[in-house]
């Protein structure tokens, strides 16, 4: 008898009393696995969560959390060709593996590159700027994004059993949240394999990530206003989760990415002479077939101009002629099964319902080859591609077949290609093919409230393009309505959803203590040692150089005017910048101002200051002329140490003054500052 998989839960791996569910090889329907029917005591489980794997994923930063994403990225990596043949049991080809190993595993690296670039070494996140409150600027608030202190319940769908854990995993593990990972039974032995090889890294917390195979009647029973559920799957059952009590009452924050009817347009422009035209159809098979059609981003709906009908049906029949099903792993095959019988069964009655509304052009479900398998054992079906005469038929726009199945749909103009693009009731992903910047802008407009993201796709991205079906870490993966109405991924947003924003009212003072930032109108601190003699372990918020005055003078206007040939005539003709009421006058360069000011806060000495990589939110405030004197503020307002380097970064508050107190220039000045050098018996 195949093992019963086991859940690690309270930090061990446990086993059920049951002889569970049979999970059958999706090829050859051998037995690979059981998943057992029995519930666990999900009380414990979500304690565990919150008590343990919580406290130890808050001690850490941003900085560390996103290292050892890094580190599990790469173990995995090293390890990924040990889950390839239970990923072949799943019905995934080589390529398909690639897609759900491989791609998870670039979404763990991608959220560690992220974390250390764009967020702070610290545990919160500031949220924008400072509002100023208080006219006298003893009173500002900021808002905050902290960890929030539930766990985060993933409840993942069968068609990728790796990416679809990795992708929620990273950004709920760098926001600082502990993971229960709820597998979809069908290919749960895979997820399992993987979830193994993470605990066994030792890597990861202890409690920050739990795996159940089991039933998961009774989890969601105790979550609340802290905890988060991320579910994958279909339309029916987010409703159903969407209605429990804890959700609808108790605060659960719950996303969801459920079916989607997507659609690609094909372009009036894009003929078959067209380039274009070649890239539709490739497109449209190339989603067909990949994970044999079980791909929430795949498309379902192939929206062409109804002239182009005949010959996009020709078109994507040749290309199908050429696709091998059979065996994953079987030499020359390039679409494997569906992962189940069940689920195969699932998409011959869908088709059966798509047939009242279109005509199968391409593909036999009764009588096709299958290269390397027995046909009648494994949960086969041959890619097959509907044409519809009428684009209005209901069932084309309400009935997904989740499997390799498209159907090609006519429109007269491009309003009605958005009308049936609608039609979908939202979609996680829309695609338009077209070479015309009008077309492409109509429909990108005219259906972006009914998707969560859009490619448009010609000739000039066509060799770099990821394709319609690729969801990216960097951008949101989801879609409104139909399409379940929340969002994955999206780079740092993926993250930020995981925690919870608090506006902070206090004074600056007050504000700098709290979120670790330099607050307009906080002490500063003007000490003996110049700021930038320190390194960067001695530095602390606040520490300020004021250097000036320094008087401006027509020369040095005129003298910057012809070294940098910057001769506008605000700065070199007298008449007619006397004739500019902005000015009123000959005015000094802004880039003038900052590089004065530069002059005025440097320590020229080789120190710990490494080199100065940027400028942010510089703003000229009042015109400087021939006879200012400018006096510059320089306070340190953040500090941001790199674990990976024998430096940090250092961002300091530049406010730069005329004569009368006025500001003429506010800016922030990023620099890299060492740390101190560490003595060979501190190695």
């Known amino acids: 008898m195949a093992a019963l998989l086991q859940s690690y839960v309270n930090g061990q791996w446990s086993s059920a009393s049951d002889d569970g569910v049979t999970l059958a090889d999706a090829a050859t329907g051998e037995a690979v696995a059981r998943f057992s029917s029995q519930g666990l005591d999900f009380a414990a489980v979500v304690d565990y969560g919150r008590r343990v794997g919580g406290p130890a994923l808050r001690e850490l930063t941003f900085h560390q959390r996103a290292a050892l994403l890094k580190q599990l990225g790469k173990q995995l990596m090293a390890d990924k060709e040990q889950f390839y043949p239970l990923s072949f049991a799943t019905g995934a080809t080589a390529r398909d593996s690639a897609i759900d190993v491989d791609g998870g595993i670039g979404t763990l690296l991608s959220y560690a590159s992220k974390g250390t670039r764009e967020l702070p070494n610290d545990t919160i996140y500031l949220d924008g700027p400072t ?51 709820k597998p979809a039974h069908q290919t749960a032995y895979l997820t399992e394999l993987v979830v193994r090889h993470i605990i066994d890294s030792g890597l990861l917390p202890e409690g920050s990530l739990q795996l159940v195979c089991a039933s998961p009647h009774g989890l969601l029973d105790q979550l609340d206003e802290q905890d988060l559920v991320a579910f994958t799957g279909s339309a029916s059952t987010a409703a159903a989760l969407r209605a429990h009590p804890n959700v609808v009452g108790a605060g659960v924050r719950f996303n969801a990415e459920a079916d989607s009817l997507n659609c690609a347009i094909l372009g009036p422009d894009a003929t078959p002479e067209t380039p274009e035209f ?50 994953p792993d079987a030499d020359g095959v390039t679409m494997g099964p569906l992962a189940s019988i069940a689920q195969r069964d699932e998409v011959l ?94 429909v990108v407009l005219g259906i972006a409230p009914y998707h969560g993201r859009m490619l448009v796709l010609d000739r000039d991205d066509a060799k770099e393009s990821t394709g319609h079906g690729s969801p990216l870490p960097t951008l949101v993966h989801g879609g409104p309505g139909r399409a379940g109405g929340g969002e994955e991924l999206g ?193």
């Open 131 to 181: 509002e100023s409150i208080g006219r006298a600027g003893t009173f500002s608030a900021q808002h905050i994004y902290t960890s929030r202190l539930g766990v985060a319940v993933q409840i993942n769908a069968f068609n990728f059993p790796v990416w679809g854990m990795l992708e929620k995993l990273a950004p709920a593990f760098l926001a600082g949240v502990p993971t229960i990972v």
């Open 278 to 327: 070649a890239l539709y159809t490739k497109q449209l098979v190339a989603e067909m077939t990949a994970k044999a059609g079980q791909k929430c981003t795949a498309i379902r709906r192939a929206l062409v101009p109804r002239d182009l009908v005949d010959d996009v049906v020709a078109a994507a029949k040749a290309r199908l002629a050429t696709v091998v099903v059979g065996k």
């Open 349 to 442: 009655r869908s088709l059966k319902s798509l047939t009242d509304a279109a005509t199968l052009v391409s593909g036999d479900p009764d009588n096709f080859a299958v290269e390397g398998a027995d046909a009648d054992r494994g949960a086969f079906v041959p890619p097959l591609l509907l044409r519809a005469d009428d684009g209005a038929a209901a069932a084309l726009h309400d009935v997904e077949a989740f499997g390799p199945v498209s159907t090609v749909i006519p429109y007269r103009d491009v309003d009605e290609a958005v009308a049936l693009a609608a039609r979908g009731r939202g979609s996680l992903v829309g695609s338009v093919v077209t070479h015309d910047p009008e077309v492409a802008r109509r």
């Open 491 to 683: 780079g740092i947003r993926g993250v930020l959803h995981h925690m919870q924003r608090s506006a902070v009212q206090a004074s600056p003072d007050m504000l700098t203590a709290i979120t670790g930032r330099w607050t307009a109108g906080a002490v500063r601190d003007v000490g003996d040692v110049h700021p930038f003699r320190k390194h960067l372990e001695e530095l602390r918020i606040g520490d300020t150089i004021v250097g000036g005055p320094r008087t401006v003078t027509l020369e040095d206007i005129e003298h910057f005017a012809e070294f940098t040939g910057d001769t506008f005539y605000a700065h070199t003709d007298p008449e007619a910048a006397a004739q500019n009421p902005l000015f009123g006058g000959i005015v000094a360069h802004g880039y003038l101002v900052v590089s004065l000011a530069a002059g005025l806060f440097v320590e020229p000495n080789p120190g710990p200051v490494l080199a100065n990589f940027g400028v942010d939110g510089l703003r000229f405030l009042t015109p400087v002329k021939a006879g200012d004197a400018l006096t510059v503020t320089l306070t340190a307002k953040q500090v941001t140490p790199r674990i990976s380097a024998d430096y940090g970064e250092v961002r300091w508050d530049a406010v730069v003054t005329n004569q009368d107190d006025s500001p003429v220039a506010i800016y922030d000045v990023l620099t890299l500052v060492a740390k101190q050098p560490v003595t060979p018996e501190e190695h």
